[in-house]
Each structure stands twice: as C-alpha cells, then as structure tokens.
C-alpha cells in the first residue's frame, strides 16, 4: 500500500507529557500538510510543508506545538507539555505541487490522541 | 472571511433513496470546491471536486454542482446503498495553489436496508 501512514494510530498520555506523531505520505507528493479533527468537527488545517521548507503556520499552532520534514519525506508533529484541550485526531496529508496539483489531498488514517 | 456550512446530521435513509446533503460556502474569490467521504476506520478520500462556477463534479453515483449565485455545492445521489454509510464532508479550497482546505462540520449518512 502507497498510500499516506500515520504512527501511532492511537496515544494516551498524561497532561504535561511530550508526544510524537510521524506521518510517511505518497512517495512522489512534495506537499506535506497537518490537521486537526476534533468530535463533531471538520479537520482544521495546522500547517504545511513543501519539501522541507515548512511555508505556513495555522495560529491553531501554539508554541507547544512544532512540526518537522528534515528530509523532504517523513514529517513529525510533536506537542510538548500537552493539556487536556489538544485531545483530538491529528491528521496528515500529501498531495503533489507544481503542474501535477490536482487540488485534490490524500489523507492518511490519523493518529488520534487522548490527553488524561 | 472563508467558510463552509453543512446540514446537521445524522442523515437516515433506506436503501435506494435519494440523498441530499446541503454545502453552502462564504469566501473571496473563486475557490475550488470538493466533498470528501470517510468510511468507518477509513482515512478521508475525495469523493468528487468542482473548480470553477457551474461545474459538475460526479463519482461513483453522487453528483454536485458548484452554483456561485447561491453559493452552493448540495452533494446528490438518487439511490443510495448500504455500502455509502459515512460521513460527508464539504470543504473549499481557499489557498489557491496551497491546497489548503476549509471543511464543514461533516454529515453522517446512515444507510439502513
């Protein structure tokens, strides 16, 4: 399967605790986006990367909150010292740029997290 | 600014009824406009995009039509089946060449035999 994975697809932690999401998208796509879904909510666009470069910042993400494409391939999303408020679903996406965009993104799973 | 509003749901149906789910959108511009399915345990895929005023987007039996006078983009299909039990969402395009998405709230079809 080629399509976008998620690592974990389930976290619990604690409130205070630090936690990390990878995300491995479609290997020929250079754009990387993050979102957030909560209950009964649309997702809610955090931030994106085109290759490594990471070009736009949603205020959504507060500086507890970092995102990183070291390679311009895999991308981890880390919240440091989380609260109770960032339990939701963090969802990843990829979609290709330049004259092969489509408009369309191609969501992977997503990585759900409960902070206790 | 940009945004999305989609009927509440859930949305109850018998098997080969016809279905429609209301879009309607606020935005600056000309965005691109889609509707996106998740599956139960299933990630969200693109059920189906319009780019431009009057377009129609279909797949696989469900049709929507970007109407810019009333802002709209209402997802139909006239027979709906079991297996098209998910929910729905509406979401327009509002960064151009980014990509980037405004989703509605989403709508749960349920689809009973």
């Known amino acids: 399967d080629t399509g976008v994975s998620q690592d974990p697809r389930h976290k619990i932690t604690k409130r205070g605790q630090n936690v990390t999401f990878r995300c491995d998208p479609i290997s020929e796509h250079n754009r990387l986006y993050w979102y957030r879904q909560t209950l009964g909510q649309g997702p809610e666009f955090l931030t994106y990367f085109q290759n490594e470069a990471q070009l736009e910042k949603s205020r959504l993400l507060s500086d507890r909150f970092s995102a990183e494409r070291p390679k311009g391939s895999f991308s981890t999303l880390e919240i440091q010292r989380t609260e109770q408020g960032d339990s939701a679903m963090y969802l990843c996406?990829?979609?290709?740029?330049?004259?092969?965009?489509?408009?369309?993104?191609?969501f992977g799973e997503g990585s759900r997290l409960t902070v206790l | 600014g940009n945004s999305v509003t989609q009927m509440e749901g859930p949305v109850t149906l018998s098997e080969e009824a016809f279905l429609t789910i209301n879009c309607t959108y606020t935005a600056t511009g000309y965005p691109s406009l889609f509707w996106y399915v998740q599956y139960p345990g299933e990630g969200l895929q693109l059920l189906l995009k319009?780019?431009?005023?009057?377009d129609k987007g279909s797949n696989k039996g469900f049709e929507a039509t970007y109407r810019k006078e009333t802002t709209s983009f209402h997802l139909e299909k006239g027979s709906v089946q079991v297996s098209d039990s998910a929910v729905y969402f509406c979401a327009l395009n509002y960064g151009g060449a980014t990509n980037k998405l405004i989703f509605g709230t989403g709508t749960l079809l349920a689809v009973q035999p």
């Open positions: 996406a990829s979609s290709q740029g330049g004259t092969a965009n489509t408009g369309e993104l191609f």
């Open positions: 319009a780019t431009k005023a009057d």
